[in-house]
């Protein structure tokens, strides 16, 4: 078996919401993107709230282009027309991860608009100045 | 490069093919997992293996593989002599393994093999 994909690291800032960044990144180049927790079969959309209140998406989830996209994956697994649209994100900042890192694993390095969200993504993960206020003053209260 | 150790979920590691790999394998009592060049130019040359099981959700997407590699499925005891694929990720994201040249396993480490009950 060739297992493809090719993986991505960014550091994550401390107080970052690493899950909060990636959904905004994929939003803003892939606003009809769905998501899917790796231990879900549940395709959900960027409109549920609980993605974005509920936090309720797991440490390792997948980020595909569109509902038809994820369709196709779930189909067909990795094939040759579906490789550069699906990203597969992995966050390892819990009290327990020595090293704050996101992982992103993708199918097709070549690809334009992959490239612009992995930026985003980079510069949301690793820039404090993009926490939201509430943490920074709780960080100072501490 | 070292050997992955204890990642392995339970000790057991799994090989998912298709139907041509899959009759390929056992028709020989010890099974030989080819090594070959995958498409990848930054990926080693080796046969690939993994620690998640057939039931696992997404499993395709999971570890980078066509549904139709899926199908089949061997499972043997870990000896604990591949690598891991991407050690850079936190250990718990490790589960793709590889052996940079043929790999074979004897009959006394084999577990099951057969139709992924799952595959649809």
């Not at chain 1, 960044?21 to 994929?26: D, G, N, S, Y």
């Not at chain 1, 997948?62 to 990795?78: I, N």
């Not at chain 1, 900042?93 to 612009?116: L, P, S």
């Not at chain 2, 139907?19 to 040359?45: C, E």
Request: glycine share 6%.
């Amino acid at each position: 078996m060739d297992m493809s994909g090719v993986d991505r690291y960014f550091p994550i800032a401390y107080g970052v919401d690493a899950t909060d960044i990636v959904l905004r990144a994929c939003q803003r180049h892939w606003p009809e993107c769905v998501l899917r927790n790796a231990t879900d079969d549940e395709d959900r959309s960027l409109d549920d709230p609980d993605l974005w209140i509920g936090n309720s998406l797991g440490k390792e989830f997948f980020v595909y282009r569109c509902r038809r996209v994820a369709e196709c994956w779930h189909k067909q697994g990795a094939a040759e027309d579906n490789r550069d649209s699906m990203l597969h994100v992995m966050i390892a900042a819990g009290e327990n991860d020595r090293n704050r890192i996101c992982v992103v694993e993708i199918h097709d390095e070549a690809n334009n608009m992959i490239q612009k969200i992995l930026a985003a993504m980079e510069q949301g993960l690793n820039d404090a100045g993009t926490v939201p206020e509430i943490y920074l003053l709780a960080g100072e209260a501490a | 490069m070292t050997a992955h150790g204890s990642l392995a979920t339970g000790g057991i590691i799994y090989h998912y093919t298709d139907k041509t790999g899959y009759q390929a394998i056992i028709a020989v009592s010890d099974w030989n997992f080819r090594a070959r060049h995958p498409r990848h130019p930054r990926k080693p040359h080796g046969a690939y293996f993994t620690t998640l099981p057939p039931d696992t959700n997404n499993l395709a997407e999971r570890i980078g593989v066509s549904k139709m590699k899926t199908r089949y499925f061997f499972s043997f005891t870990d000896s604990g002599d591949l690598h891991p694929l991407n050690a850079r990720r936190p250990v718990r994201f490790q589960v793709k393994l590889y052996y940079p040249d043929d790999y074979l396993v004897t009959v006394e480490r084999q577990c099951q093999h057969g139709e992924n009950p799952l595959w649809t």
